[in-house]
């Protein structure tokens, strides 16, 4: 995710942190089936700079590839405390849930947004 997501970045610009999310509840796969779950479904990666939190496309089969530019964030914006199996980040429209794998990346972005 961190090497897809370099060609967005700014020159000199650093990434704090990286992960990944998905746009559609689980629920939804384990309710009407994975193929429904992908019909609604995007991958997203978030990339948290210095500057700002990036949320990136990664598409519908995966959060490898960044694809391109969603929306930037302030970086002020507190992401955490991530809390559950899937925790809830309200990103403009979008609700992207974050699995469990990724708290200590939202833990350690917030963390250094708090030292600055």
Do not use: C
């Not at 939190?53 to 990664?58: F, G």
């Not at 302030?74 to 469990?100: D, F, M």
């Amino acid at each position: 995710m961190r090497d897809s997501a370099a060609s967005y970045l700014q020159p000199g610009e650093t990434v704090q942190a990286v992960f990944g999310a998905q746009t559609a509840s689980q629920w939804l796969a384990a309710l009407t089936g994975i193929f429904v779950f992908l019909g609604f479904n995007r991958y997203r990666i978030l990339v948290v700079t210095p500057q700002r939190i990036l949320v990136l496309d990664a598409g519908k089969t995966g959060m490898k590839k960044a694809k391109g530019l969603v929306m930037e964030l302030p970086r002020a914006t507190r992401l955490g405390p991530a809390t559950g199996l899937w925790y809830v980040i309200p990103a403009g429209q979008e609700k992207l849930r974050v699995h469990r794998r990724f708290f200590k990346d939202i833990e350690t972005a917030d963390s250094l947004a708090a030292a600055t």
